[in-house]
């Protein structure tokens, strides 16, 4: 398994600003993810993030409203910028299991984001 | 495109009690389906995954889960509920994509245990 960290665990932000969300893992990975889950709902994959290459964003979201960066194996960052209400969310990091290659992941323990 | 349904936003049963949670999914090709748990306020933890062989998969914590291909199904059981499995839970299909997996999450059953 991979232990991954993120950071921060929560924040409350004013609405227009930016958050950069950190996310590093233990160990080396090709592949890793980042989920938002709104208030009482489930996950919705974001975008998907390979080290060396741009992000591939899912239908709905956008590079300008969420930049990633992936700049090496360990890490990677997500900004939710131009923040509004319906930002505040839960987003999770997360990474393919290395031995898998059937999708099992792993999950970090997310950022609780509340906008204002 | 792969799709999950969990039947039930919420469950409720008494400590002791067994636990079954619904879950059907679509796919066109043979699945890999997950079960995942969330506690207040943290991340996601897997429970169980099947992938092929044995369709009767188990997992930690005593939960268990059934493939049913014919009934495109994966409901997760556990015989005698505790405080401690009040929780979120997810199931989860994976589906391919230019070489790799990304996985599609059903809406989630919360499970309350009453005393």
């Known amino acids: 398994s991979a232990v991954i960290s993120q950071k921060p665990s929560r924040d409350i932000c004013q609405r227009g600003t930016s958050l950069t969300i950190q996310c590093q893992v233990d160990?080396?990975?090709?592949?890793m993810f980042w989920y938002r889950q709104q208030p009482g709902q489930s996950l919705t994959l974001i975008a998907t993030?390979?080290?060396?290459?741009?992000?591939?964003?899912e239908s709905g979201f956008v590079i300008d409203k969420f930049p990633i960066s992936r700049p090496n194996l360990t890490f990677s960052t997500l900004t939710v910028s131009n923040m509004s209400p319906e930002d505040s969310s839960i987003y999770l990091c997360?990474?393919?299991?290395?031995?898998?290659?059937?999708?099992?992941?792993?999950f970090g323990p997310g950022t609780r984001l509340t906008v204002l | 495109a792969q799709s999950v349904t969990q039947l039930g936003s919420h469950v409720s049963v008494s400590e002791g009690a067994l636990v079954l949670l619904r879950c059907n999914y679509s796919s066109s090709v043979p699945p890999y389906l997950f079960w995942y748990v969330q506690y207040p306020n943290q991340g996601l933890q897997l429970l169980l995954k099947?992938?092929?062989?044995?369709?009767l998969v188990k997992g930690i914590n005593g939960f268990e889960a059934e493939f049913k291909k014919s009934e495109t199904s994966f409901h997760l059981t556990k015989p005698s509920a505790h405080m401690s499995d009040a929780a979120e839970y997810f199931c989860?299909?994976?589906?391919?994509?230019?070489?790799?997996?990304?996985?599609?999450f059903g809406k989630g059953t919360m499970l309350l245990v009453s005393p």
């Open positions: 160990s080396q990975v090709t592949m």
């Open positions: 993030a390979n080290q060396g290459s741009e992000a591939t964003y």
């Open positions: 099947y992938t092929t062989g044995a369709t």
């Open positions: 997360s990474v393919e299991a290395r031995t898998s290659g059937m999708g099992e992941q792993f």
């Open positions: 989860a299909v994976s589906d391919m994509n230019s070489g790799y997996s990304t996985l599609t």
